[in-house]
């Protein structure tokens, strides 16, 4: 099975950067996925993360270590639009990659 | 819109009736999944359909059941409802093995609450 952690949430202002960690212990790995959530709405893909590394795309990266069980979703140039809750999930190794395990999400507020 | 179509938005039942949920998928994609959301929980994993067929198997209670028909949309059914049940339900849909990204595309869900 897997286990994922993350904070329950985090606060910034407008225009700055923000990180949101996730941990995980698994007992098979198959690649760290972040979503986003607006409440009330449907979650919608951000990044996925296989290898260990930094990936990039646009204001949004995501960062993996997979000896340390470790991730981060790195937020730039935060929007007032960007207030919603970050879930981090894992698939398992062997697995379809739409069996995931999701953490229970990271409210981000951003303030003006 | 992900493209994935999920009906009724909103369902509110009694204990112990048995509820429908139906999902259509992209067009294209072959695998459904469905997964829970609730406040207590988080987001679980429930099932996997690969073009009618079951492939993957999560936290579900026997008292829930899924199809995949020929036309490739899904059928959740709830029956013997409990309290605990209350929830949203979504659909998600992907291409064969999640494409190269591993992206699920979510319907909107549907919330169900169980008096």
């Known amino acids: 099975g897997q286990s994922l952690e993350q904070p329950s949430e985090v606060t910034a202002v407008e225009g700055a950067i923000v990180q949101i960690n996730c941990t995980y212990q698994?007992?098979?790995?198959?690649?760290l996925f972040w979503y986003q959530q607006h409440a009330g709405e449907a979650p919608t893909f951000l990044s996925y993360?296989?290898?260990?590394g930094l990936e990039e795309k646009g204001r949004f990266s995501s960062f993996l270590s997979r000896s340390k069980g470790y991730s981060y979703l790195l937020l730039k140039e935060l929007q007032m639009k960007d207030s919603a809750s970050y879930l981090c999930?894992?698939?398992?190794?062997?697995?379809?990659?739409?069996?995931?395990?999701f953490g229970r999400g990271t409210q981000l507020t951003v303030w003006p | 819109d992900s493209g994935v179509t999920q009906t009724p938005k909103h369902l509110i039942t009694a204990t112990g009736q048995r509820v429908t949920l139906r999902c259509s998928p992209r067009?294209?994609?072959?695998?459904v999944y469905w997964y829970q959301q609730s406040l207590d929980q988080g987001l679980q994993f429930l099932i996997q359909?690969?073009?009618?067929?079951?492939?993957a198997k999560g936290n579900i209670l026997e008292r829930f059941s899924a199809q995949q028909f020929p036309d490739l949309h899904s059928e959740l059914n709830l029956s013997s409802l409990e309290l605990g049940d209350s929830a949203l339900y979504f659909c998600?849909?992907?291409?064969?093995?999640?494409?190269?990204?591993?992206?699920?595309?979510f319907g909107e869900g549907s919330r169900l609450t169980v008096l």
């Open positions: 998600a849909s992907s291409v064969e093995g999640g494409g190269l990204t591993g992206e699920l595309f």
């Open positions: 698994t007992s098979g790995f198959n690649g």
């Open positions: 993360n296989v290898l260990d």
């Open positions: 999930a894992a698939a398992d190794r062997g697995s379809t990659l739409g069996r995931l395990y």
């Open positions: 067009s294209g994609d072959l695998s």
């Open positions: 359909y690969y073009n009618g067929e079951e492939r």
